[in-house]
Every structure is written in C-alpha cells, then in structure tokens.
C-alpha cells in the first residue's frame, strides 16, 4: 500500500508558476511510476505527467509540453511538478498517482494507476 499527498496548489496569475509536490509513504516509493493528472468542474481526468522510477523515462500531455517538468527524488519519496507559464485553462484539481506497473508505451491511462492522492486545487486566474 502507498499513501500519497500532494501539496503545492493555489491561485497564481497567467503567466505565473507553481510547484507542486507528492510525497509518499508506505511501500518503497522508488518502485513506482508516478503520474500527475488533473480534473476541471464537468470534465473527466486527464493525463498531465508522468515519471518511471528511475527517472529515465517521462512523458507529458501535448498541452503541457515545454511548460511542465516532472522529476522524483527517491531518497526523500518526493515526486515534484514544476509548472511554468501557467493559464486559465490549466485551473483545475491535480492529482498524483502510482503504480507498480512497468514503463509502458502508453502510460497515460488513469485505470493503470493503483493509488491516487486526494488532490490539489490549481487557480490560474487574474
């Protein structure tokens, strides 16, 4: 069993940055792919980053490429979300996510992931 709890959300201006984190307890974290995902009122959960264990691997939404940057410290159980050049559009609930599957082609897909946190509020707005 993991246990995750992300932290980091709030309101920042177009064009600002935040850096949101998940820190995980339980099983050994380094183990995991962990993903972000993220969900806006009246839409479904979709995919934002994700990272292999090793940190070799990560993948990104086309929407977020450029902008977002996932990375992981395993010896602190730390999977961090740096998000620069933040908009409207990119308001919304942000969840992380692991799971003890392998690095796959296609990571993206929410029914892979094992265990969620409970979320974080994300505001881009003036």
């Known amino acids: 069993q993991v246990q995750l709890v992300e932290s980091g959300g709030g309101l920042v201006q177009p064009g600002g940055s935040l850096r949101l984190s998940c820190a995980a307890s339980g099983r050994t974290f380094s183990n995991y792919v962990v993903g972000w995902f993220r969900q806006a009122p009246g839409k479904e959960r979709e995919f934002v980053a994700a990272?292999?264990?090793?940190?070799?691997?990560?993948a990104y939404a086309d929407s977020v490429k450029g902008r977002f940057t996932i990375s992981r410290d395993n010896a602190k159980n730390t999977v961090s979300l740096q998000m620069n050049s933040l908009n409207p559009e990119d308001t919304a609930v942000y969840y992380c996510a692991a799971t003890r599957s392998a690095w796959l082609s296609n990571i993206k897909p929410p029914t892979i992931y094992d265990y969620w946190g409970q979320g974080t509020q994300v505001t881009v707005s003036s």
């Open positions: 990272i292999s264990w090793s940190a070799r691997n990560t």
